[in-house]
Antibody, heavy 122, light 107 residues
Framework: EVQLVESGGGLVQPGGSLTLSCAAS????????MAWVRQAPGKGLEWVGR??????????EYAASVKGRFTISRDDSKNSLYLQMNNLKTEDTAVYYC?????????????WGQGTLVTVSS | DIQMTQSPSTLSASVGDRVTITCRAS??????LAWSQQKPGKAPKLLIS???SLEGGVPSRFSGSGSGTEFTLTISSLQPDDFATYYC?????????FGQGTRLEIK
């Protein structure tokens, strides 16, 4: 069974930093691109960014709203995905979901974690 | 970015009803559309990919149709477990974008 379990959320002040983790199991993690998606309170889903697999040199892409502040990384040896968030703003307050991307192109989110809440507030 | 517009935002229905949710794209996305279901506090669950391909284990009362810019998700006979929020997701081009969601509630 595919499982994605996020952790690391919490309360942080504006301008602060936080790192989220996602532990994956039930599939060959290294075969998949992985993504982060967020959902602000009462709002819809917003793609944050993604990381490719080793064959594609782990390159990353980001939404314009987080580019330069957020960094996605992965450790295939630990079946883990990370989201380093710097210079956090109040508008970054959201539930952050880890998502697996399909192996068949074009890629889509086929499994999701339950999410971890990040609150940016003074 | 491609804009996805779902309608209605909220839908009230009864067990046994047939319901349809619509998702419109701001430009053609061919058939590269997925539907997911989310219950409060739970992970979204993929129901349909490529506009009409049902994922394994998803009940056959769920169906999807459409291509280009207009798509529908139909539930043929609502069951108590179906009351949730539904999202469409386009993956024709990056970034992946989502509809704002349709909350299906019990009448």
């Amino acid at each position: 069974e595919v499982q994605l379990v996020e952790s690391g959320g919490g309360l942080v002040q504006p301008g602060g930093s936080l790192t989220l983790s996602c532990a994956a199991s039930g599939f060959t993690f290294s075969d998949h691109y992985m993504a982060w998606v967020r959902q602000a309170p009462g709002k819809g889903l917003e793609w944050v960014g993604r990381t490719r697999d080793k064959a594609n040199t782990y390159t990353t892409e980001y939404a314009a709203s987080v580019k330069g502040r957020f960094t996605i990384s992965r450790d295939d040896s630990k079946n883990s995905l990370y989201l380093q968030m710097n210079n956090l703003k109040t508008e970054d307050t959201a539930v952050y979901y880890c998502a697996r991307l399909s192996v068949t192109a074009p890629l889509y989110n086929d499994y999701w974690g339950q999410g971890t809440l990040v609150t940016v507030s003074s | 970015d491609i804009q996805m517009t779902q309608s209605p935002s909220t839908l009230s229905a009864s067990v046994g009803d047939r319901v349809t949710i619509t998702c419109r794209a701001s430009q053609s996305i061919s058939s590269w559309l997925a539907w997911s279901q989310q219950k409060p506090g739970k992970a979204p669950k993929l129901l349909i990919s490529k506009a009409s391909s049902l994922e394994g284990g998803v009940p056959s009362r769920f169906s999807g149709s459409g291509s280009g810019t207009e798509f529908t998700l139909t539930i043929s006979s609502l069951q108590p477990d179906d009351f949730a929020t539904y999202y469409c997701q386009q993956y024709n081009s990056y970034p992946i974008t989502f509809g704002q969601g349709t909350r299906l509630e019990i009448k």
